[in-house]
């Protein structure tokens, strides 16, 4: 009896299952459906980055200091590791934007594992979408400045091979360097932090269900799922930063691709 009355305390304080109105921080979901969790995460991770950056550069030593040498490293890292590898001499221009993105995908990724937070706004398909976005209205824009309009079209689609086989390549050409490119990048950085969320929720929550679970023998089980859920936060935390890595490479390597002179 009393087990009943404490689980229905327990559900009155916290209904189940969730509903939409549960994305809205408490107290604000009122004021419109334009300011949700994800966005305070965005924001929260935009003010991040600012942040340590400013502080870290505000009086700048020639003996840099810790915080001095940790924003050189992760910038001089994107600059060296990505930009100047991947694209060229040519791509220093663009080292700024890369480590942008690179700290800002890092951060807002690590949010899946901080107490209180939990989730990564990189689960939500719409802040993937809008950095995939960004990225193809650069490196399109930048095909467009070196090779013109026409030349940019035939650079993007047109393969050298022989000419009976352009019909059949050029759709597939096409169809990658304008939509797949895109649509890729953004679906995979969302599928990898969306599943990561998804496999510590179901850990976490199979953890209690074995708990109450009226066989003695699924009991001690919990602990094993409590175990896997703790495991599974290293390792998310070890794809938030790959996953990062990869959307920056890849921009990068979209980049030098609409750069070069030749397909």
Known sequence: ???????????????????????????????????????????????IVLIF???????????????????????????????????????????????SLFCFILVANVFAIVPFIQVSPMAHIAFPLMLALCTYALYLYQGVKKHGFLGYLKHATVLPAPWFMQPLLLPIEALQ????????????????????????LVFTLGGFALLNAESLFLKPISVISWGMTILLTFFELLVAALQAYVFTLLTANYLAGTLAEEH
Do not use: C
């Open 53 to 99: 950056f400013l502080v870290s550069y505000r009086n700048p030593k020639l003996v840099p200091t810790k915080k001095q040498w940790l924003a050189e490293s992760v910038y001089g890292f994107v600059r060296e590791g990505v930009a100047k590898d991947v694209i060229g001499h040519e791509g220093l221009r663009f080292a700024p934007y890369l480590a």
């Open 1 to 47: 009896m009393e087990r009943d009355v404490v689980s229905g305390l327990v559900l009155a304080e916290a209904p189940f299952p969730p509903s939409v109105n549960d994305i809205f921080p408490p107290n604000i979901g009122d004021i419109g459906p334009w300011l949700s969790k994800f966005t305070l995460f965005i924001w929260l991770a935009v003010a």
């Open 177 to 200: 360097a304008f939509i797949l490119q895109p649509a890729t990048l953004a679906l995979r950085l969302f599928a990898n932090m969306f599943a990561g969320h998804m496999l510590l």
